[in-house]
């Protein structure tokens, strides 16, 4: 399967704590979004790479978040000192942008549980 | 934000065409309609796009008004498979998309 991934698929853990998610965008993608989608929302935008580059962040990425694309191919996003209200399905897309073509591609999710 | 009105939900018998309207009446002229649709439980998937002509491929066709301000995707043979949340999208950037509650599909025997 070539399409983007995704891993874990599920994380709980205890307030307070870090965690990392990691995703594998398709291969030759230079593009690379983060999104968070709590129950029953669409997905919010988080923040997006060109390559190594991080192009824009919205608010909602508090200073608690980090992203990180550091070769332009796999990316990392950390959570430090987790609360329950980041509890959601954090989904990572990547495109290759051609013309006005803007497809994304999505993976499976990483759902976190703060308890 | 990018801003577009669809219905919350919608119900459709299988094999049956399912039309999913799209309100985007401030759409601006350099963007485009994207519809992705989310299967429960997985991420998004792409379906369709168009700028002002009539689109169509292996999956959907899209209908948007000669005036731009409204849309309609077509699934011409609905399946189980395709009971989904669809969410319809307006954009002029290859950056973020912006997702509103979208239309919960559900396709029934």
């Known amino acids: 399967d070539t399409g983007v991934s995704q891993n874990p698929r599920h994380k709980i853990t205890k307030r307070g704590q870090n965690v990392t998610f990691r995703c594998d965008p398709i291969s030759e993608h230079n593009r690379l979004y983060w999104y968070r989608q709590t129950l029953g929302q669409g997905p919010e935008f988080l923040t997006y790479?060109?390559?190594?580059?991080?192009?824009?962040k919205s608010r909602l990425l508090s200073d608690r978040f980090s992203a990180e694309r550091p070769k332009g191919s796999f990316s990392t996003l950390e959570i430090q000192r987790t609360e329950q209200g980041d509890s959601a399905m954090y989904l990572c897309a990547s495109s290759l942008p051609t013309g006005w073509s803007y497809e994304q591609y999505f993976g499976p999710g990483t759902r976190l549980t703060v308890t | 934000d990018a801003k577009t009105t669809q219905p919350p939900s919608m119900d459709c018998a299988e094999g049956r065409a399912a039309n999913l309207p799209c309100n985007h009446s401030?759409?601006?002229?350099?963007?485009?309609v994207y519809w992705y649709r989310q299967i429960h439980s997985q991420g998004p998937q792409y379906i369709i796009h168009?700028?002002?002509n009539n689109e169509t491929n292996e999956m959907a066709s899209l209908i948007i008004t000669e005036d731009r301000k409204s849309s309609t995707l077509i699934l011409p043979h609905a399946t189980l498979r395709d009971t989904a949340v669809y969410y319809c999208?307006?954009?002029?950037?290859?950056?973020?998309?912006?997702f509103g509650t979208g239309t919960r599909l559900q396709v029934t025997l």
């Open positions: 401030t759409i601006s002229g350099n963007e485009y």
């Open positions: 999208i307006r954009t002029g950037t290859a950056s973020k998309l912006t």
């Open positions: 790479f060109q390559n190594e580059a991080q192009l824009e």
């Open positions: 168009g700028l002002k």
